[in-house]
């Protein structure tokens, strides 16, 4: 028997318009579409694909929970079992979509279930997709970069110091600090929440001292 094959799927940010075609046919045609989350109500990445692609609802799921913690014991649990269940899959010859929101490059939890199965011999494609950074610039109607300034991204456990001095723009990943202290230092702070969905905030300023927002956020 033939073995399947493992797509690692961009879905965007957030708005269903920004899928590309490629990723949209990608899910029409898999056999099986992977999330990771333990439930498909709860999974961005679901919600945002099946706008694009309502034949998501008659499809095979597979539930791949990916647990928000530090322990890597659990971590490793989380990763061999979410590989296992894919494997198990392809070898009964089923194309399986792992999707994930943004970009699948860009820390997405994807990969950590796809470079495993790769690392199998099994068949494996990559899918891009359009990366929240690059959605939200647009969103604040702005260049990211231009000319030969330098574009720094970075995740949410950041050095404040260290990455203010950095030469160029800085992308802030889910940050949960520091951010009044980038104006502090002469920095311009804009960003966005929840780009491209409905209930999207656009930020003009670094926020303030105890002003909340969300995890899906992100300042230039």
């Known amino acids: 028997m033939k073995k399947g094959k493992l797509y690692g799927v961009s879905v965007g940010p957030g708005d269903s318009e920004l899928m590309t075609l490629k990723a949209v046919r990608i899910l029409k045609e898999a056999d099986v579409i992977a999330l990771p989350s333990s439930s498909k109500e709860r999974c961005e990445a679901y919600n945002i694909a099946l706008k694009a692609v309502p034949e998501l609802e008659k499809k095979e799921l597979l539930l791949v929970p990916m647990p928000m913690t530090r322990d890597r014991q659990k971590l490793e649990e989380a990763h061999s079992k979410g590989t296992a269940a894919v494997e198990e899959l392809i070898n009964k010859g089923l194309t399986v979509a792992f999707i994930t929101i943004g970009d ?85 702070v804009c960003g966005v929440e929840n780009c491209g969905k409905e209930n999207e905030r656009i930020f003009d300023d670094a926020p303030g001292e105890g002003e909340d927002f969300g995890y899906y956020s992100l300042f230039i």
């Not at 959605?135 to 300034?149: E, F, I, Q, W, Y």
């Not at 950095?166 to 940050?175: A, E, R």
């Open 104 to 188: 699948v490059g860009i820390y997405s939890s994807c990969q950590y279930i796809y470079q495993r199965v790769k690392e199998s011999g099994a068949e494996t494609e990559l899918i891009c997709g359009v990366p929240s950074f690059c959605a939200a610039a647009a969103r604040l109607d702005r260049p990211l970069v231009t000319g030969s300034r330098r574009l720094h991204i970075i995740p949410a456990a950041y050095d404040l110091e260290g990455c203010a001095a950095l030469d160029g723009v800085k992308v802030l990943m889910k940050p949960s600090k520091g951010l009044s202290g980038f104006k502090e230092m002469g920095h311009s």
